[in-house]
């Protein structure tokens, strides 16, 4: 499975972005499906996923902001950002899980995207 994460750019504090995640299977829509970011000089963090079945989970620090969804149709996930914060900057990836069931921890995915720069500046 390749996954490629698109929709990073800059954008001021406040505002919104959407980052799409493409499967090149369809197979994926059978597994949890996870987003991840690292900032530069910092560790990759959990941001959040979604299961087969639509159920969210995420990070305290973007609950509220974040929302993710899937296209089973389109092997696609969505990460729609908003209000925007400086902290937020970072390189974001997704993931496939191993199960229709994830958490937070990268070593529950199997298969990882390139990653896309979120950079969130005034």
């Known amino acids: 499975v390749q996954l490629q994460a698109s929709g990073g750019g800059l954008v001021q504090p406040g505002g919104s972005l959407r980052l799409t995640c493409a499967s090149s299977r369809r197979t994926s829509s059978n597994n949890a499906m996870g987003w991840f970011r690292q900032a530069p000089g910092k560790e990759r963090e959990f941001v959040g996923r979604?299961?087969?079945?639509?159920?969210?989970y995420f990070a305290d620090s973007v609950k509220g902001r974040f929302t993710i969804s899937r296209d089973n149709a389109k092997g696609t996930v969505y990460l729609q950002m908003n209000s925007l914060k400086p902290e937020d900057t970072a390189v974001y990836y997704c993931a496939s899980g191993l199960r229709p069931i994830a958490g937070r921890e990268p070593s529950e995915y199997r298969y990882w995207g390139q990653g896309t720069q979120v950079t969130v500046s005034s």
């Open positions: 979604i299961n087969w079945n639509g159920g969210t």
